[in-house]
């Protein structure tokens, strides 16, 4: 469907004057039925970007030298938990509208239906993705460095099923982006926005929300990705940016929203939610552990590791990573320069030694040729043993017999 112009031609005093309001229009329905089974929008959404969160998480984990098929191993936890934890928040959060004067306390389990509250979904899916990191003994937050940008493009898909199903859109506007809220009904005539289809009339006319967060998350992608690179950032300070970097514009995503929500002080609980979680998230970006783990520290651990509530144990462990990544970079970046040292030494070191060699047959050629005798008697000394013991042999013969002769000559 293409973006509906409105163009009112007015003819005043032979002049032809035109205003255009250029606005977005909603889905005339979201939810198609194949026979008895509903087709909805909101879950394929939602199914959408768990398949592309896993396929490119796997992907970013090999990069980072983790073992195949982890992030699906891990998923099995993590992916339930997230689902549970994301409705358990949006009815905690808008409790009256499933166990108020008017709400039906069945209608909280009609996940289907739309209301995934991020905040909860990422607790306790993180929860789910630990108890996974701990079955499998990989470093969680290595992990999660891996899943931050794919998890966050899976939000920005996940809002196009907000836009089907006409949900969490902002206040009544004017701007030529606005976002058309049509009327739907059922079958029987009866009003209905989540499952009916539209008539084409337009209830009102309000902040395309939805919109603005996704586009806030793919830009966060894409600027989570390029720090990833440049910095090489690792030990969960990569999703402690993600979890900072959306709640940012969230926050603010929040004050154009008029839907119903729960209010303190006035002001919605998930602006409270926001602000509090970035916080934090960008305490934990300032004081976790620098570098990135080497590839070894991703693989399964044969030791287990520190539980959460053990302090100590986990700075020792995050010390011991720190220095295990340090050396494994200066040992990255040395061997080349050594290699090339070396070898370079071993060449001047043979080139020297042919030279000596040279210049010593050179020497021993231009004796042999001013002093033939000396070869000679060289070559004789250099003979086998049994010449040398011959030749002296002789000589105390020859003493003997002159020692023999001179006392015969005596008597």
Known sequence: MTLRVLADSVLSNGAVTADVLAYIPSPSQGVWHIGPFPL??????????????????????????????????????????????GRLYHVATDWQKYFGADGHPIDALKIYQGGLGIWGAVFLGGVGAWIGCRVYRIPLPALGDAIAPPILLAQAIGRLGNYFNQELYGRKTELPWGLEIYLR??????????????????????????????IWNLLIVVLLVQIDKRYRIGHGRLFALYVAGYCLGRFFVELLRDDEATKIVGIRINSFT?????????????????GREIADQLQPSTVARPWPWQIGALRAAGAESEAASKAAA???????????GKQAAALAETDKDDVSDQNRSGKIEDDAAENPDLTKSENSGNGPDTAGDNSTESENSDVELGKVDTSKKDG
């Open 185 to 214: 009904f059922d079958d029987q005539g009866k009003l209905d926005m989540m499952n009916g289809v539209s008539t084409g009339v337009v209830d009102k006319v309000v902040q395309p929300t939805f919109l603005y967060e996704m």
């Open 330 to 340: 200066v040992a990255q970046a040395a061997p080349p320069k050594h290699s090339a």
């Open 40 to 85: 909805r929008a909101y879950a394929l959404c939602i199914i959408l970007g768990i398949v592309v969160a896993i396929w490119w998480g796997e992907r970013r984990w090999q990069e980072r030298g983790g073992q195949k098929g982890t992030i699906l191993d891990v998923a099995m936890f993590a992916v339930p938990f997230g689902l549970v934890g």
């Open 274 to 290: 926001s602000a509090l979680v970035f916080l934090a998230a960008v305490a934990y970006f300032v004081f976790a552990t620098k």
